[in-house]
Nanobody
Framework: VQLQASGGGLVQAGGSLRLSCAAS????????EAWFRQAPGKEREFVAA????????YYDDSVKGRFTISRDNARKTVYLMMDVLRPDDTAVYYC????????????????????WGQGTQVTVSS
């Protein structure tokens, strides 16, 4: 599978953005998906993950209650709805995927994922 992230942009603090990660290729529903982000001068960090079926979701504490990850397997797309954005959410956001079996839950470790999208810039002004 190949991933294409989109939806980034410039938004004021308190605003919202929805990121999309479109997958090409077959068997999208066999992949766990996640979003990571990397701010200038910082290491890449986990944001959110979703299981193959979409029944389980996981969030970093810094975004819990503000961001929502979801997926549409028919459209082969994963979304990250970001609300109440803050300046410290500014970063390049990357989607990632790994093919798994049903009983394996997605990881918050970036090295667990083997497929990455190209990144989309999110800038939140104060």
């Amino acid at each position: 599978v190949q991933l294409q992230a989109s939806g980034g942009g410039l938004v004021q603090a308190g605003g919202s953005l929805r990121l999309s990660c479109a997958a090409s290729g077959s068997s999208f529903s066999r992949y766990a998906e996640a979003w990571f982000r990397q701010a200038p001068g910082k290491e890449r960090e986990f944001v959110a993950a979703i299981s193959r079926s979409g029944s389980s979701t996981y969030y970093d504490d810094s975004v819990k209650g503000r961001f929502t990850i979801s997926r549409d397997n028919a459209r082969k797309t994963v979304y990250l709805m970001m609300d109440v954005l803050r300046p410290d959410d500014t970063a390049v956001y990357y989607c990632a995927a790994k093919q798994t079996i049903l009983t394996v839950e997605p990881s918050s470790e970036d090295r667990w994922y083997d497929t990455w999208g190209q990144g989309t810039q999110v800038t939140v002004s104060s």
